[in-house]
């Protein structure tokens, strides 16, 4: 069955960085995009960022541009999500997501001084 597990998460302080790294299984990872999504306390889950199967086309949601990065290792079935910058309104929980309904349990980042 498809795996998504989640990992790297921690606390950090304001500017510094982390990098998640999602591993994956159950499906061919290399044709399918993936994604990472985040859900602070309170508040909804939201989007990150996301990268393509194939093509490795990325796209970001503006709170993150410039400060994330969303790259894949194909043949290790890895995601991964560069954070840069942090802020403390990046915390919250991380979770990878593969199409069509796919999720990892989350990897919690908090970012605070």
């Known amino acids: 069955q498809v795996q998504l597990v989640e990992s790297g998460g921690g606390l950090v302080q304001p500017g510094g960085s982390l990098r998640l790294s999602c591993a994956a299984s159950?499906?061919?990872?290399?044709?399918?995009?993936m994604a990472w999504y985040r859900q602070a306390p309170g508040k909804e889950r939201e989007f990150v960022a996301r990268?393509?199967?194939?093509?490795?086309?990325?796209n970001y949601a503006d709170s993150v541009k410039g400060r994330f990065t969303i790259s894949r290792d194909n043949p290790k079935n890895t995601v991964y999500l560069q954070m840069n910058a942090l802020k403390p309104d990046d915390t919250g929980v991380y979770y990878c997501?593969?199409?069509?309904?796919?999720w990892g349990k989350g990897t919690l980042v908090t970012v605070s001084s």
């Open positions: 990268i393509s199967g194939v093509s490795t086309i990325t």
């Open positions: 997501y593969s199409p069509p309904a796919y």
């Open positions: 159950g499906f061919t990872f290399g044709r399918s995009a």
